[in-house]
């Protein structure tokens, strides 16, 4: 069974520009979330999408934004990108929604590099 | 600020040794994961613990919640070379009336042949 996918593994942009990242989850999860994994800041949870719909959202400016689409696929958007934006950014799938009880299968994730 | 701290940040061992790695908060969780992160890859989970007291054994690894859902460790028996990695702890709690999910610190562990 193949694992979460990422694309692409590499981006990069200069500042201003904007990205697009894009996470298909293993077949049968419908829960999708993403992560940012900056030197320095640690793992910290950006978006959570759950059949569509966005669940919880992390400290982050309104510039990152996404979606999931019909397929449970899902895309981040980062808008206006900053040189802090330099990070991994990881996306992982669940069978069931939520946190704490579940098993969060991670893709490789996208380096992103803003020049 | 950081509600998961970890220790140490890095630890270098010989193979065959012993270490434990410590997950420390001044909040309770509802539960407690940990996971392994390898270069050029994601997270994966090792464990799930939710009970306070709870100990949970993965053939050379031990894993412990402590008993106030605020502390967790992870020893090691006879570390290995493939027990080389980034470890993660995170948890699920409610803060400020929000549902959050929060990693760790991580350390990060090298095991020399």
């Known amino acids: 069974e193949a694992g979460v996918t990422q694309s692409p593994t590499h981006l990069i942009k200069t500042r201003g520009q904007q990205a697009t990242l894009r996470c298909s989850p293993i077949?049968?999860?419908?829960?999708v979330y993403w992560y940012q994994q900056a030197l320095g800041l640690g793992l910290q949870f950006l978006l959570w999408?759950?059949?569509?719909?966005?669940?919880n959202r992390g400290n982050f400016p309104p510039r990152f934004s996404g979606r999931q689409f019909p397929n449970y696929s899902s895309e981040l958007n980062v808008n206006a990108l900053e040189l802090e934006d330099s990070a991994l950014y990881l996306c992982?799938?669940?069978?069931?929604?939520?946190?704490?009880?579940?098993?969060?299968?991670f893709g490789p994730g996208t380096r992103l590099t803003v020049l | 600020t950081q509600l998961l701290e970890q220790s140490p940040q890095f630890l270098s061992i010989q193979e065959g040794e012993n270490l434990t790695v410590y997950c420390n908060s001044s909040?309770?969780?509802?539960?407690l994961q940990w996971y392994r992160q390898e270069p050029g890859e994601g997270p994966v989970l090792l464990v799930t613990?939710?009970?306070?007291?709870e100990v949970k054994k993965l053939k050379r690894l031990t894993f412990q919640f402590g008993d106030a859902r605020k502390d967790s460790s992870l020893h090691i028996t006879a570390a290995q070379t493939g027990d080389t990695g980034l470890y993660l702890c995170?948890?699920?709690?409610?803060?400020?009336?929000?549902?959050?999910?929060?990693f760790g610190t991580g350390t990060r562990l090298k095991v020399l042949a």
């Open positions: 995170a948890g699920a709690l409610i803060t400020s009336g929000t549902y959050k999910y929060i």
């Open positions: 992982a799938s669940s069978l069931l929604a939520g946190w704490g009880y579940n098993e969060q299968f």
């Open positions: 909040s309770v969780f509802s539960s």
């Open positions: 613990v939710v009970t306070g007291g």
């Open positions: 077949s049968g999860h419908t829960s």
């Open positions: 999408y759950d059949e569509g719909e966005e669940r």
